[in-house]
């Protein structure tokens, strides 16, 4: 798959509803991180968390379906993956 055909995606964890299982950092450590409060976060190519609520990190393609298995397998259903361009979610509890 070429970058060119990859659309851009992103991806966000709500906090709220995350039950602090891990799963997402079992199948994309690169992507996802627990912090010491328990809950699962994003983290960016920098490896640090973004911890402000609804802060996204892109999606590497590389990753994608890893973190696409973290969205489903996920307990809290609080994994959300959605385009960069229009926001809207492709993978996840508010996905068409």
Do not use: H
């Given at each position: ?12 964890i709500d906090q709220d509803l995350c039950t602090g299982d891990g ?54 259903d609080c994994i959300h993956v959605r385009r960069a361009a229009d ?10």
């Open positions: 798959m070429s970058n060119e055909t990859a659309e851009a995606l992103e991806v966000w799963i997402c950092v079992q199948y994309a450590p690169e992507v996802f991180e627990l912090d010491i409060d328990g809950l699962a976060y994003v983290k960016g190519e920098d490896d640090e968390l973004r911890q402000t609520p609804g802060a996204t990190v892109p999606v590497p393609v590389a990753l994608l379906r890893d973190v696409v298995d973290s969205a489903k397998e996920c307990p809290g926001r809207v979610e492709v993978y996840g509890p508010d996905a068409e």
